[in-house]
């Protein structure tokens, strides 16, 4: 049978777990004030990804060389792009286009590309 424990013991482990929680909730919180906005994704990708990629992402006659997004991962283009933004990337063109990107910005603009039917596949 299970001993209570001491009240001198409960009350440290009881204020651990709520502050444990109490953060918790809080960082919850915050992931939806970063949740991205796919709509305003795709009016920033019209202004600043369209002319290469293609405003759905699936890419321009005039540059057929340039990677289609649409269908890419979310997190994938995310990181790229933070990739480019910081110069961990390496692409002149990339770190021009990514570098006035918000946070906000590049998680709008990789949700809409993610959100756009195009012809990558997963391979199983």
Not at 11 to 32: E, S
Not at 55 to 63: E, K, L, P, Q, W
Not at 71 to 79: D, K, S
Not at 95 to 102: E, F, H, I, T
């Amino acid at each position: 049978m299970l001993k209570p424990l001491d009240a001198a013991v409960r009350r440290p482990a009881i204020g651990r777990m709520a502050a444990f929680f109490a953060v918790a909730v809080g960082l919850g919180a915050g992931l939806n004030a970063y949740a991205a906005d796919a709509a305003a994704g795709g009016e920033k990708a019209k202004a600043v990804c369209g002319a290469c990629h293609g405003v759905d992402g699936n890419g321009v006659a005039t540059f057929p060389d340039y990677p289609r997004l649409a269908g890419q991962h979310e997190e994938y283009l995310v990181q790229a792009l933070k990739q480019y933004k910081s110069g961990a990337r390496k692409n002149a063109v990339m770190a021009g286009m990514a570098q006035p990107l918000s946070v906000q910005d590049i998680e709008n603009v990789a949700a809409w590309f993610a959100s756009q039917t195009g012809p990558l596949k997963v391979i199983r």
